[in-house]
């Protein structure tokens, strides 16, 4: 089938509309996980549940159009006899696109890309690490690690000479 069939345009539609809904989704997701980690920062649990709520509801959605947007690659796919019309990617479906559709599906998929982005490194960090932070520095210490500095109390430790602690050292324990 061609790329100028009335059909595959009208599927290319249908999929810009279902990533516009996506984008709109992953938005409001990102503004959730950004006032959690504020809110468990400043541990005021109490306003999390309203905000953990909110956030299944958002993901609950967006597998809803997960489900419709994959179902509706796989329908253009078939329709453009791709070996694998479920694995068909936006830099492809580009290809068959016309003019109008072909630049909105790239911004699409880059702003979609810049909040995957910023939601990852959001949770790249868990509030649940954060231990200590003063002005600008921040200290992340594993539950089991602030445990031990706790039950140290006030007493020094001693650095070792040429210790360093990289992130493997963190996340192993």
Known sequence: ?????????????QIIEILREEFRHNRRLLQIVRRKKEVQLR?????????????????????????????????LGEVLEHPRPRRLRVAEIVLYANPDHRDELIDIRDELRDIADELDSLGAVEPLFTRHRQDQVRLYVSPERWENLEALGSQRLPRRAGSTSTTKDHQAS
Request: hydrophobic share 45%.
């Open 1 to 13: 089938m061609k790329a100028d069939d009335p059909l595959v345009q009208d599927i290319i539609s």
């Open 43 to 75: 541990e005021a649990y109490n306003e999390v549940e309203p905000l953990l709520r909110a956030e299944r509801e958002v993901v609950t959605d967006l597998v809803v159009l997960e489900r419709d947007r994959i179902q509706l690659v796989a329908e």
